[in-house]
């Protein structure tokens, strides 16, 4: 398909322009850049953007594609198309299916799925099952496409396991994906542990599972001088552990999910079962302080741990139901609604630039020459998430309805256009 996508505000990590652009494309590739392109009707799309910013894609650094195995819930045709429906190009999928994504077999089931909306780029196992007994072949599952190695919802617990799987990717530059939770400590916990949990009636999980296996995984990265990123970061004191990691020069980044930006543990008192989530919501002022986390840098990017799960899974008790919610459609409209103050070129950091450089990606750059990699975006627009818009395949979402700040225009991926109504 050709396009002529008119009047882009073009936005990157470090710089917006002050005027817009037409990009013309032919073939998935920027053939020009001008302030204004004369369109050729009779062989291209012509299509009005109205001023909004376009970025270099965004990229989505763990989320649940669900196939092979939990099929009724996702598919990745429809994880796809919602990371699309979200603004995001790129997503990486966690390995935790059935079977799990441990070998390089699977790693090409999923890197190479013919063109859907959005590229979706595996993430490796690092153990075996993701048991957390033996490493997994990553040196394979790297060379067949996995972009990092991650046991996903289950992470390594045992120091000797994890201090192997740091050094074994030192050997491709690879990097560690964990979540910060120590399965140990409060095991059987429902939420955040604190004075909400006690009113509830609920068991809680201490910060201190988070804040020890932190500890723990830093420690072995100063040790092995690997590359680490710590995902779905939920507290401030383990902001603060990680924020003095990186300035002894550690090779460590983090992520938060919009959901631990935007609520705490105080918004479960209803037993919404949609806020039952593998990191727990936690205090108001854990909640303050990663926005401000974000707001400063220490935050290196946004992930969605969307996490899809049928009805059965959450129309239940709050003790039964499963963890996780959907996220990628709103993703960006839920950060900016909760941070306006987010210069477009830091959404573009959290978003894009940072996502790429923490999975080692080249970057895709808005020039002449290069293939088409574009996100659309609108921080003026006004955008509700409605349950008939709903693009993935589960519904286990609490923001139905919610009015948000932003939208997502669209993207242009793989030279095919996608456009939110």
Known sequence: MNLLLQQLTLVTATDVATSTVDIRIQNGI???????????????????????????????????????????????ESIARSAAS???????????????????????????????????????????????????????????????????????????????????????????VQMP???????????????????????????????????????????????????????????????AA????????????????????????????????????????????LRLAVNEGVVDAIASHHMPQDWDAKHCEFEYAKAGMIGLQSAYALVHTILPELTPQQIVQLFSSNPANILALQEPSIAVGNKVSLTFFQPQQSFTVRESDNTSKSTNSCIFNLPLNAKIVGTCHHGRLYLNQ
């Open 86 to 176: 979200g603004g995001f190009t790129q997503v990486a999928i966690i390995p935790n299916t059935n079977p799990v994504v441990d070998n390089k077999s699977l790693v090409n089931f999923i890197a190479q799925q013919p063109q859907l909306a959005a590229q979706l780029l595996p993430l490796g196992a690092l153990t075996k099952g993701c048991d957390g007994k033996e490493l997994a072949e990553m040196y394979d599952m790297h060379q067949a496409g996995a972009v990092a190695f991650t046991d996903g919802l289950k992470p390594i617990q045992t120091s000797g396991l994890m201090l192997k799987a740091l050094q074994y990717v030192k050997a491709f530059n690879g990097t560690v």
């Open 30 to 76: 920027i053939t020009a850049i001008n302030t204004t392109l004369p369109p050729d009707h009779a062989t291209e799309q012509v299509v009005n953007m109205h001023g909004a910013f376009a970025s270099s894609g965004f990229i989505d650094l763990f989320a649940h594609g669900c196939e092979p195995g939990y099929e009724h819930r996702e598919t990745l």
């Open 181 to 243: 939770i120590d399965q140990s400590i409060g095991k059987y916990g429902l939420m955040h542990e604190g004075v909400i949990s006690t009113r509830m009636g609920l068991p809680g999980i201490p910060t201190l599972a988070e804040v020890l296996l932190i500890k723990r995984d830093i420690d072995l990265l100063r040790y092995t001088e690997s590359k680490l990123h710590i995902t779905g970061v939920t507290s401030a004191e383990g902001i603060d552990i990680i924020a």
């Open 246 to 289: 990186k300035k002894e020069g550690l090779a460590v980044t983090c992520s938060v999910t919009p959901w631990h930006l935007m609520y705490c543990d105080e918004d479960l008192a209803n037993y919404d079962t949609n806020l039952k989530l593998h990191t727990p919501l936690r205090s108001k002022a854990d909640r303050d302080a």
